[in-house]
């Protein structure tokens, strides 16, 4: 990869050590935030919420949809103003810990919530968007993983956040370097936004054309189109089931990492695993049905799943009346009937009774091409720009970790 560019200000300090200090030099930290509980007589707010901060850089007015009350002293308390770093404090999974925002405009009666952290950096010695940018550095983050503790939930206690050490190089280095990746995120975000609408017009194309097929030509119950057999876990106190395995065994990270048509999984078993000796066949395809509802895949090659999914594999009846793509295009609307028909809080399901009831519509093979033809070319511009976000991505966090590394100069 070519290094990039570098501007004047940014030239003559990469290489050369620079003051650190601790956050909590450089910012005033804040996490005691609002909850969601309406009272009557309280001010009302507008919310800044954990999922405004992950899903968002930049915090404007269009960001925050939530509102609430609070009483007029955590107002005050509690209060956002342009300028200000929001962080994700805890969070399930140590990967989304400590994602960062800038607030970018000054929004009447914004609050964070209890799910937020708020620093008010010192804009004399560090610019805010540095900071934030500095949330997503290797540097920092090394540090974050090696503070955090939890099982469940992962967090840092106030005193470690406020321990964490943040390069200060002089103030007009920290702008070019926020100036050369906002040009990064600007293109990702252009890439993000036209894949978003390519991905609502085939939606919108797929639902269209399935739907008048399912008014114009017969419909068969999904139970008698295909063989279903639900996934399984092999033990794995026995060595044996997994050992130099090399039988792929599905699961939703597959999916999320690899895409919807799978010839390999990232975990696999031996034949020693196999019930019956008998593998789901290829060209099946997977349907979630448990917990996170609705996802699937074609799987090209004879395979296994985990007990998140149901395994659909046509019969030999009507194996020559459907067209493998048809069939892909398809589960997407199964797929919206799973997560509209489940029963159970806790652990969300689908309702197999009345899901072997769905009535799949089996148009002349032609007809079944000719719906698949344009929405594989859809399929095809969708992969080609998440290819090239992936590696819009990856070429950021390249520039951002060499931008903002910096040795700490002795004290």
């Not at 009350?69 to 300028?83: D, K, N």
């Not at 511009?381 to 910096?406: P, S, W």
Request: proline share 6%; net charge neutral; with cysteine.
């Amino acid at each position: 990869m070519a290094p990039a560019s570098q501007g004047s200000a940014v030239r003559p300090i990469l290489g050369l050590p620079v003051r650190f200090a601790s956050l909590g030099e450089v910012a005033d930290i804040a996490n005691s935030g609002v909850d969601k509980k309406l009272v009557e007589g309280q001010a009302p707010v507008r919310l800044l919420n954990f999922m405004d901060v992950y899903r968002n850089t930049r915090i404007t007015s269009q960001v925050v949809n939530a509102t609430t009350t609070a009483p007029e002293s955590r107002v005050q308390a509690t209060a956002l103003v342009m300028g200000d770093v929001v962080v994700t404090p805890t969070s399930e999974s140590i990967d989304d810990l400590a994602r960062s925002a800038v607030v970018v405009e000054d929004i009447p009666n914004l609050v964070y919530s209890y799910h937020v952290m708020r620093l008010r950096p010192d804009r004399t010695i560090i610019d805010s968007s540095f900071l934030s940018y500095l949330f997503g550095s290797r540097g920092l983050q090394t540090q974050i993983r090696a503070a955090a503790n939890g099982i469940t939930r992962f967090g840092l206690t106030r005193s470690k956040w406020e321990s964490l050490r943040v390069p200060l190089p002089p103030i007009e280095v920290q702008r070019d370097v926020v100036r050369k990746l906002d040009s990064f995120t600007r293109l990702e975000a252009e890439i993000q936004g036209e894949l978003a609408l390519r991905k609502v017009q085939v939606a919108h194309y797929r639902r269209s054309s399935i739907a008048l097929a399912e008014g114009t030509y017969p419909s068969v119950a999904l139970e008698d189109v295909f063989d279903m057999r639900t996934g399984y876990t092999p033990s794995r106190s026995e060595p044996r089931n997994w050992t130099d395995g090399s039988v792929p065994w599905f699961r939703l990270e597959d999916i999320r990492e690899r895409g919807r048509i799978l010839e390999d999984s990232f975990q696999h078993v031996t034949t020693f695993a196999v019930k019956g000796g008998r593998l789901f066949p290829a060209d099946s395809l997977l349907m979630s049905t448990i917990a996170t509802i609705g996802e699937h895949a074609l799987v090209r090659v004879p395979h296994l799943a985990n007990q998140q999914f149901i395994s659909l594999s046509v019969n030999s009846k009507f194996e020559s009346l459907l067209d493998k793509r048809y069939l892909f295009h398809l589960a997407f609307g199964l797929g919206e009937w799973c997560r509209k028909n489940t029963t159970g809080s806790s652990l969300p399901m689908v309702r197999m009774v009345d899901f072997k009831k769905v009535p799949v519509p089996i148009p002349p093979l032609s007809i079944q091409r000719a719906v698949a033809e344009p929405l594989d070319r859809f399929e095809e511009l969708i992969v080609n720009l998440g290819a090239e976000l992936a590696a819009r991505r990856k070429q950021y966090e390249y520039y951002r970790d060499k931008l903002l590394t910096f040795e700490e100069a002795p004290a």
